[in-house]
């Protein structure tokens, strides 16, 4: 009886214990305060927020107040703080088209090429290993498939959808 009394005991620590901890996820005013301020004034560096600027004063969990902190100063704020604006060019692979698919040239020179393929089928018949990758355009109305056999091109075809 003495074993179930310690055993519940140590439950309900534990249960007090894990309530404790996780207070400060359930409660907004115990946990961690935004210490950053990015001032969107022209004034000195070391210049502290306004009283009327409620962005900086707005960061609650799990987005309370988040309305608050959205201003009409700029189309490109968010709470408050300036948000870039980043544009990268990522270059794409040219589309293969059915020549570009000699017999003999490895999967592994095509997706060197061209990437690797939309999409990808393998299978085995009388111990010979099949691949079929698909290529399609952005667009999606060409479709070029290569068909390997133990790695390497046996043939290829194109269609225009």
């Given at each position: 009886?003495?074993g179930?009394?310690i055993?519940?005991?140590?439950?309900?620590?534990?249960?007090?214990?894990?309530?404790?901890?996780?207070?400060?996820?359930?409660?907004?005013?115990?946990?961690?305060?935004?210490?950053?301020?990015?001032?969107?004034?022209?004034?000195?560096?070391?210049?502290?927020p306004?009283?009327?600027?409620?962005?900086?004063?707005?960061?609650?969990?799990?987005?309370?107040?988040?309305h608050?902190?959205?201003?009409?100063?700029?189309?490109?704020?968010?709470?408050?703080?300036?948000?870039?604006?980043?544009?990268?060019?990522?270059?794409?692979?040219?589309?293969p088209?059915?020549?570009?698919?000699?017999r003999?040239?490895?999967?592994?020179?095509?997706?060197?090429?061209?990437?690797?393929?939309?999409?990808?089928?393998?299978?085995?018949?009388?111990?010979h290993?099949f691949?079929?990758?698909?290529?399609?355009?952005?667009?999606?109305?060409?479709l070029?498939?290569?068909?390997?056999?133990?790695?390497?091109?046996?043939?290829?075809e194109?269609?225009?959808?």
């Amino acid at each position: 009886m003495r074993g179930i009394e310690i055993l519940l005991l140590a439950g309900f620590i534990g249960l007090v214990g894990v309530g404790v901890w996780n207070a400060r996820q359930w409660l907004p005013q115990w946990g961690t305060k935004a210490a950053n301020y990015a001032s969107t004034d022209t004034g000195s560096v070391g210049s502290s927020p306004s009283k009327n600027d409620k962005g900086a004063r707005a960061h609650g969990k799990r987005g309370l107040d988040s309305h608050v902190g959205m201003s009409s100063r700029s189309d490109l704020a968010f709470n408050g703080f300036p948000v870039s604006e980043t544009e990268v060019d990522v270059p794409m692979p040219k589309f293969p088209v059915r020549s570009d698919f000699p017999r003999g040239t490895t999967g592994v020179q095509i997706r060197a090429r061209y990437g690797e393929p939309t999409a990808r089928t393998t299978e085995m018949h009388d111990g010979h290993l099949f691949e079929h990758y698909y290529y399609f355009n952005n667009d999606r109305t060409q479709l070029t498939m290569a068909t390997l056999e133990n790695g390497v091109i046996v043939s290829s075809e194109s269609t225009a959808q």
